[in-house]
């Protein structure tokens, strides 16, 4: 490369496409030099940023499996001198009730878009608008909140095993009407091609009755474990004991898994209450009001809580330092995992388990909950594995997790009316 070129600006091009409606082209919008340009398969057009005078920012609630991705979405009218109107989406329509999110290039798109304006127009005005749709949400949001709080006082009255035992029952009946309970069916069914439609039904009535009895636990975490945390409700194996007392006294940091059996949370309670330290990632709730009184119930009996984001990879290292033990999920679907074999599927995993246990050259064990019978729990370390090492003596990232996934694998098998089916593990 010559010094001239080298020393030539970078230019970056702002583009973003989409098709508002089903009966509409796509249009591709592009920031030029002077203006705002588009082109469709019909038509193209151009307005100059200093004919802008009004931007209008709409903020609206997303409808349908989009929602699960892009809870809300934000549109944009620029209102020009001669009274025309374009329209910035942040979602294109693909075809009937099915649209794709092009939040992220419509919001960079628009940032750059107000900037020109602002510096050719400075007397722009700007408006933001909440669309009927989003103020309705918010409404049903501030209700069901309510509704919750209530709920969550009223059971946290009553007895843990009768409301336990009712949670249950009432699941059962009310699960296999939920919209869930077709993607459970459908992931029992890729998993066990061999099972009859009976059993894929006995085994999600049995997942249905766990989510009840898991719903009253969690509402009441602080209360499950009594002064002993080795009696009453927790059956603890003397081997699992032995285990959680040498990770304890061991000086060293060490990697647990887990996954979403049973009542899934209880594990890190016992392990607090014995004394062993933990830095569990934390993914925060979204139940209004209600997220603060379970978070601060989460840290006061169970440990360091490490906020999932940016700065999570740090945070565990730091904690690992100091001796903690890097406690993770390892059953959900991680986008930028690694490709691991999961029921003879492939499927995305998240690989922080084996990168923090070849970072640390630490062990690795694996750590359940079984739910029995009387709401009783039983507590299961695995052995510490023995995990696979590339030619350079450290652990393999990938084979790794692949072996971190087998366990887990093994667990469901074993119990998979205790798994929770309604996740989208494959996609």
């Known amino acids: 490369m010559n010094d001239v070129s080298a020393s030539l600006p970078v230019i970056r091009e702002h583009v973003h496409a989409f098709r508002r409606t089903i009966f509409s082209p796509e249009r591709t919008y592009r920031l030029g030099a002077d203006g705002l340009e588009w082109r469709d398969d019909a038509a193209a057009g151009a307005v100059a940023y200093r004919d802008v005078v009004a931007i209008h920012e709409y903020k609206s609630k997303v409808w349908g499996a989009l929602s699960a991705e892009l809870p809300r979405r934000f549109d944009y009218v620029l209102l020009c001198r001669d009274g025309t109107r374009i329209f910035l989406n942040s979602t294109h329509v693909v075809r009937f009730r099915v649209a794709e999110n092009r939040a992220a290039s419509c919001i960079a798109f628009v940032t750059e878009l107000k900037a020109r304006i602002a510096a050719a127009n400075p007397n722009v005005k700007l408006f933001n608008t909440l669309r009927w749709s989003y103020r309705l949400a918010m409404t049903a949001d501030r209700a069901w909140y309510g509704v919750g709080h209530l709920l969550f006082k009223l059971i946290r009255r009553l007895d843990i095993d009768r409301a336990a035992n009712f949670a249950g029952w009432a699941l059962r009946k009310v699960g296999p ?14 998993a066990y091609p061999d099972k009859s439609a009976a059993e894929i039904e006995r085994i999600l009535a049995g997942m249905w009755d766990n989510v009840g009895r898991l719903a009253v636990e969690y509402i009441n975490l602080d209360r499950l474990i009594g002064p002993d945390p080795n009696a009453a409700r927790m059956v603890v ?34 392990a607090k209450r014995n004394s062993l330290d933990l830095a569990i990632l934390y993914n925060p709730l979204n139940f209004g009001p209600l997220s603060e009184q379970l978070l601060a119930m989460r840290e006061a009996c169970m440990g360091r809580l490490v906020v999932s984001g940016p700065d999570t990879a740090w945070k565990f290292r730091e904690a690992m330092k100091e001796g903690l033990h890097l406690t993770l999920f390892v059953d959900q679907h991680h986008a930028q995992g690694v490709e691991v074999t999961f029921f003879g599927r492939r499927c995305k995993a998240n690989p922080m388990a084996a990168r923090f246990a070849r970072l640390f050259d630490c062990p690795v064990y694996g750590f359940r ?39 887990v694998e093994n667990w469901i098998r074993e119990r998979p009316e205790q798994w929770l089916w309604l996740q989208r593990r494959w996609r």
């Open 237 to 270: 194996p003397a081997k699992d004991l032995q285990t959680l007392v040498r990770l304890r006294d061991d000086g060293r940091p060490a990697v647990v898994f887990t996954s979403h059996l049973a009542s899934y949370e209880v594990g890190a309670i016992w």
């Open 177 to 190: 009407r939920l919209r869930g309970h077709r993607t459970a069916r459908r992931n029992l069914t890729a």
């Open 369 to 407: 909950t079984i739910r029995l019978p009387d709401n009783r729990l039983a507590l299961d370390f695995t052995a510490e594995l023995a995990m696979p090492r590339g030619s350079d003596g450290k652990i393999d990232v990938e084979a790794g997790t692949q072996k971190i996934t087998d366990v």
